[in-house]
T-cell receptor, first 112, second 117 residues
């Protein structure tokens, strides 16, 4: 069974631009969560989607948004990029009712 | 709010020996899950082991085992017969058991494990 995939793997953007990251969960997994990893703040929860509905959200500004499609694929969008948004963005998927989350390889976003 | 603390930023172990990574957490919830994740230089986060809070028996997965002390809110990871491939950043993580309503993970700051040949 294929694992969680994330595209693109690397991205370089300029301050003020916007970016969209994509995540395809493991087949059959309907829950998708997003995390931001930075050297300063560590791993922080962004949001979680299940059946196309956001069911939990972390403490991030409104510039960070996401959505989930009917096939469980998820996208996250960051608008008006700031230098501090440079990070590794990790996506994780899980089965409904299961506690284990399985992570993708991440998207490394660099904002210049 | 729940918190997870890893007080050892770095650890080192000789190949074939045993090492224990520490983790403490704070929560007022009675039912929850605890995890250890491994993040090698590739940055791929890999689930190592999971513990359910209501289970008194410590979880074991091959060379990896945990010492779960619920009253002390402690959750340490023991790696036996350490191998070069065990070198990675290890994260302790917490998730409340909300009956599947959410799977939000709260992570510690990580312990960087080096394995010496």
């Amino acid at each position: 069974k294929a694992g969680v995939t994330q595209t693109p793997r690397y991205l370089i953007k300029t301050r003020g631009q916007q970016v969209t990251l994509s995540c395809s969960p493991i087949s059959g997994h309907r829950s998708v969560s997003w995390y931001q990893q930075t050297p300063g703040q560590g791993l922080q929860f962004l949001f979680e989607y299940f059946s196309e509905t956001q069911r939990n959200k972390g403490n991030f500004p409104g510039r960070f948004s996401g959505r989930q499609f009917s096939n469980s694929r998820s996208e996250m969008n960051v608008s008006t990029l700031e230098l501090g948004d440079s990070a590794l963005y990790l996506c994780a998927s899980s089965l409904q009712g299961a506690s284990e989350q399985y992570f993708g390889p991440g998207t490394r976003l660099t904002v210049t | 709010a729940q918190t997870v603390t890893q007080s050892q930023p770095e650890m080192s172990v000789q190949e074939a020996e045993t090492v224990t990574l520490s983790c403490t957490y704070d929560t007022s919830e009675s039912d929850y899950y605890l995890f250890w994740y491994k993040q090698p230089p590739s940055r791929q986060m890999i689930l190592v082991i999971r513990q359910e809070a209501y289970k008194q028996q410590n979880a074991t997965e091959n060379r990896f085992s945990v010492n779960f002390q619920k009253a002390a809110k402690s959750f340490s990871l023991k790696i036996s017969d350490s191998q070069l491939g065990d070198a990675a950043m290890y994260f302790c993580a917490y998730s409340g058991n909300y009956g599947g309503a959410t799977n939000k993970l709260i992570f510690g700051t990580g312990t960087l494990l080096a394995v010496q040949p």
